[in-house]
């Protein structure tokens, strides 16, 4: 019996909420933020058309107004949690054609919105430049992990990972490295990755590498149709 009484008063509750949704009225005094942009392009009767009516135009541009400044402070946050703001405390130099390597960095950007420390450069773009890191050339990059601290101190092997790691609230990874017997077994470990990384990720041999960088460049010397943005 319950069931049936609660049944009823669903049906007869809902018969009254569609009875009102169908009064034109209604639709307008919603709250603004559930009214869209494009009821200009509704035709209504002209003797209930609301667009005619200057408070109706001041009600959507209040909205447009408001999608605007929403859409800018978004771009300003963003701005303010750039990964290479200017209060970077170290700069990573990465080869962005290692899709091993990618996977670290990926993860190492992702944490870095948070804090905002680590600058990212990709030693693989064409507009690397090796006068504004320390002037590591590509070569030399390559052939191990290097990464700049903010006064110019270049870091290399496992101590720029663990560099990297304590920017971002993950110093524990490789704590343990800064006693020496470990690091050192931790570098030789390292070495031998970073010296077969290409041929484990599928690539061809350094020499290959730096003829056709070497090519490119040739021909992109004098032309942007190069430049990767």
């Given at each position: 019996?319950?069931?049936?009484?609660?049944?009823?008063?669903?049906?007869?509750?809902?018969?009254?909420?569609?009875?009102?949704?169908?009064?034109?009225?209604?639709?307008?005094?919603?709250?603004?933020h559930n009214l869209s942009p494009t009821f200009h392009n509704i035709i209504l009767p002209s003797h209930s058309n609301p667009i005619t009516k200057p408070g109706f135009q001041w009600h959507i541009r209040a909205i447009s107004e408001a999608?605007?400044?929403?859409?800018s402070s978004?771009?300003?946050?963003?701005?303010?949690?750039?990964?290479?703001n200017k209060d970077w405390k170290i700069k990573m130099l990465y080869d962005g054609d290692c899709p091993l390597c990618m996977r670290e960095v990926d993860m190492l950007r992702e944490r870095n919105k948070s804090y905002g420390t680590?600058?990212?450069?990709?030693?693989?773009?064409?507009?690397?430049?090796?006068?504004?890191?320390?002037n590591l050339d590509y070569e030399t990059?390559?052939?191990?992990?290097?990464?700049?601290?903010?006064?110019?101190?270049?870091?290399?092997?496992?101590?720029?990972?663990?560099?990297?790691?304590?920017?971002?609230?993950?110093?524990?990874?490789?704590?343990?490295?800064?006693?020496?017997?470990?690091g050192?077994?931790?570098?030789?470990?390292?070495?031998?990755?970073?010296?077969?990384?290409?041929?484990?990720?599928?690539r061809p041999p350094m020499e290959e590498i730096l003829e056709a960088r070497k090519k490119k460049g040739e021909v992109c010397k004098d032309s942007n149709a190069c430049k990767i943005y």
């Amino acid at each position: 019996m319950a069931m049936r009484v609660a049944a009823a008063y669903a049906a007869s509750s809902a018969s009254a909420t569609i009875a009102t949704l169908k009064k034109p009225s209604l639709l307008f005094s919603l709250p603004r933020h559930n009214l869209s942009p494009t009821f200009h392009n509704i035709i209504l009767p002209s003797h209930s058309n609301p667009i005619t009516k200057p408070g109706f135009q001041w009600h959507i541009r209040a909205i447009s107004e408001a999608a605007v400044e929403a859409a800018s402070s978004k771009k300003e946050g963003e701005d303010h949690q750039s990964p290479n703001n200017k209060d970077w405390k170290i700069k990573m130099l990465y080869d962005g054609d290692c899709p091993l390597c990618m996977r670290e960095v990926d993860m190492l950007r992702e944490r870095n919105k948070s804090y905002g420390t680590i600058k990212f450069v990709d030693i693989s773009s064409d507009d690397y430049s090796p006068e504004e890191n320390q002037n590591l050339d590509y070569e030399t990059v390559m052939g191990r992990i290097h990464a700049i601290l903010s006064d110019g101190t270049v870091v290399k092997d496992v101590e720029a990972f663990r560099r990297l790691y304590e920017q971002v609230g993950l110093g524990w990874v490789y704590a343990i490295t800064k006693y020496k017997p470990i690091g050192t077994i931790a570098d030789s470990i390292y070495g031998v990755w970073a010296k077969y990384r290409l041929q484990i990720t599928g690539r061809p041999p350094m020499e290959e590498i730096l003829e056709a960088r070497k090519k490119k460049g040739e021909v992109c010397k004098d032309s942007n149709a190069c430049k990767i943005y």
